[in-house]
């Protein structure tokens, strides 16, 4: 039975990953090759790294990432952020990245995603949405969730998925930091509207919110960063509630 | 590893270089049948992929391979292409290897099979000794003509063939390289001749 996957997700802003990853007792900041490889060994059916850089040139770091991580961790790892044109789906792709996640640039040139798609495949492109709830819908935002589009977040689901994008990572920005769990509602839409899988992200605080993202959600995968680097809990503490409470997961065997 | 421009072969090259197995990406038949060990890796649709071994002398080099008794591994698409035929973007003819058509994957949640899912061996095998989780991402699998040729499976919808094996000819559905330790010893033994 194919198992929901459990993702941790790393910031990374000049090569370095920006808060402090605690394990268990143990905070370590910094190299997130080093940190990858240990989630990865804790569990991890994915890893995440977002670059938050600001400036294009820190963005060659984030290509030295993509080929260190390569090299040392073998399970898939996504790259997302500062993604503006094919060429840099490219270099983070050749660079050893089996996916790209795209946001911003894709709201801006829709096309992006097409090209993408045709060229390497809608296996490596996922298209990140960042919504917010307004009334009964919900908009999508750019920009790290500062601009509102005026997109509405099911009809660019549906029409990125149209365009060839292969997952869809969707982060609600009001639930996003409150570790109340995801919004379920546009989870559950989105979900139901894609024939490609859905990432839930934004809110993990409780055992319970991942289960209810798998299950009421029907999301495919979870993505969290501070609940697993506070270690407020190890991925294998989430992934053994969830085997209990019947969801199909990947049980490693490792603490 | 067979090099014709399909998919990301950097991965599988990480793994190998981690291994600490020697290994050459060349596109090559000269350079190929000097290897004791033959990978065909491969991402993306069959028809293009086809096309590129075909415009090559990489089709006829990969059947002379496989008659000769030399193990190749084919692994994901490169599994694929092994077969006679596939749907996939109309009807197209594969390298013919293995009797048995590439298929849509139907009745299943998505279109796509992505993530980790359990290997299950149907019966003794070297290669694969055991069941542990593989990391699939395909929307076609293999149907063979041999049943019997399936050596793990995996479901997703239905029965999905997740190793197969005939003779010396050898493929993988899901991908190795990204199965952590699964999948790494499984490259290990094919690497040895453990199989």
Not at chain 1, 53 to 78: D, G, N, W, Y
Not at chain 1, 153 to 172: D, K, M, N, P, Q
Not at chain 2, 140 to 167: E, F
């Amino acid at each position: 039975m194919l198992t929901k996957r459990i993702i941790p997700c790393l910031d990374v802003k000049d090569g370095q990953v920006v808060k402090g990853v605690n394990f268990v007792d143990l905070v370590q900041e910094g190299d997130p090759v080093e940190l990858g490889a240990r989630y990865s060994d804790m569990g991890a059916d994915e890893l995440v790294f977002l670059d938050i850089s600001a400036s294009l040139e820190a963005r060659k770091h984030v290509m030295e990432l993509a080929r260190r991580v390569s090299r040392q961790v073998f399970i898939p790892f996504t790259v997302g952020g500062g993604i503006r044109e094919i060429e840099d789906i490219e270099g983070v792709l050749a660079a050893g990245a089996d996916k790209i996640a795209v946001n911003t640039a894709a709201l801006r040139r829709p096309e992006l995603l097409t090209e993408g798609a045709d060229r390497f495949g809608s296996q490596c492109i996922v298209l990140a949405i960042d919504v917010r709830r307004i009334g009964d819908h919900w908009e999508v935002y750019s920009h790290g969730g500062t601009r509102a589009t005026g997109r509405d977040a099911v009809t660019w689901a549906r029409e990125a998925v149209e365009r060839g994008v292969g997952e869809i990572l969707l982060t609600s920005i009001d639930s996003d930091g409150t570790q109340a769990g995801v919004d379920l509602a546009i989870t559950r839409q989105v979900s139901e509207v894609v024939s490609v899988p859905v990432i839930a992200s934004g809110g993990m605080g409780k055992l319970h919110h991942f289960k209810d993202a798998l299950e009421d959600g029907r999301a495919d995968a979870t993505l969290a960063a501070s609940v697993f680097h506070r270690a407020i809990f190890t991925i294998d503490e989430v992934k053994t509630y969830l085997h209990r409470e019947g969801i199909p997961v990947r049980l490693t065997g490792t603490a | 590893m067979v090099n014709y421009g399909v998919g990301n072969v950097g991965s599988l090259g990480n793994v190998l270089d981690y291994l600490g197995l020697s290994f050459v990406l060349s596109a090559d038949p000269v350079e190929l049948a000097r290897c004791d060990h033959l990978i065909l890796p491969g991402v993306g649709a069959f028809a293009p992929a086809m096309e590129r071994l075909d415009q090559s002398e990489l089709t006829t080099f990969l059947r002379v391979w496989a008659a000769s008794g030399q193990p190749l591994l084919g692994i994901c698409l490169g599994m694929q292409l092994l077969l006679s035929d596939s749907e996939e973007g109309g009807h197209h003819t594969g390298l013919d290897l293995i009797g048995g058509q590439v298929k849509k994957i139907r009745g299943a949640p998505r279109d796509v099979h992505m993530g980790w899912n359990q290997v299950v061996p149907l019966g003794p095998d070297k290669l694969i000794p055991e069941q542990g989780y593989g990391y699939f991402v395909h929307s076609y699998h293999c149907v063979l003509d041999d049943p019997q040729a399936i050596v793990a499976s995996t479901v997703y919808g239905a029965s999905i063939a997740a190793v197969i094996r005939q003779g010396n000819l050898l493929g993988i559905q899901f991908h190795p390289e990204k199965s952590q330790t699964y999948g790494l010893d499984i490259l290990m033994r094919f690497a040895r001749g453990e199989f």
